[in-house]
């Protein structure tokens, strides 16, 4: 009995560190000891992944330009997630927008040229709703970064030495509950309180 009852408490544990998960992930950009600039850039990256269709080289092109540069990793994901989902709702407009520039007579000597290399086919030029979403990302990547830059060149420093003196922030940042109980999990890379 003693034995499922602790593997039922190993199991609620696990969960609730998933759930957790998140939180901590957004404590530890916001005390993180990287500059504005490079969250702006990472919120901006991820800006332009959360609006491209997955499933093709641009979007792996994306991913892999995310993780190479020296941007907030976590910031740009967590963007990507959330514009993945305002991605849907602008999906008619992104393939009016796609239709408009794959339809641009100039331009179709450029199109046959990506198709047909190699990988062309899988980059996903010939969809409409790729193109339109990769043109609104790009359209919409600079302002984000601007956006980003100037509010946590304002309010970055403050937050972060608010969250630094809240006990939530210590037990999210802090040493990981699940270690306590002998659970795996890789958490590292998660915001250090040593400066406190």
């Known amino acids: 009995m003693s034995n499922s009852r602790r593997l039922g408490s190993t199991e609620g544990l696990l969960m609730l560190s998933l759930v957790i998960r998140p939180l901590r992930n957004i404590a530890a950009v916001l005390v993180a000891n990287e500059s504005p600039r490079q969250i702006a850039i990472g919120i901006a990256l991820g800006v332009v992944i959360g609006l491209v269709p997955k499933g093709n080289l641009l979007a792996i092109a994306l991913m892999v330009l995310l993780c190479s540069l020296r941007v907030n990793r976590t910031a740009g ?3 990507a997630c959330v514009f993945s989902w305002i991605s849907v709702m602008a999906d008619s407009f ?5 239709a408009k520039i794959l339809a641009t007579e100039s331009l179709q000597p450029v199109y ?9 086919p899988w980059i996903g030029i010939n969809n409409t709703v790729v193109v339109g979403s990769l043109a609104m990302g790009l359209y919409v990547a600079y302002p984000s970064y ?3 830059k100037l509010l946590l060149d304002r309010y ?3 937050i972060a030495a608010w969250i630094r003196r809240t006990r939530i922030a210590r037990w999210l940042l802090g040493a990981d509950v699940t270690s306590r109980f002998g659970l795996s999990g890789n958490f590292s890379g998660v915001g250090s309180l040593s400066s406190v």
């Open 77 to 79: 994901l967590l963007t």
């Open 94 to 98: 992104t393939h009016k927008l796609g």
């Open 146 to 148: 601007l956006l980003a």
């Open 112 to 120: 046959a040229w990506v198709y047909e290399l190699p990988l062309g």
């Open 156 to 158: 970055h420093a403050p």
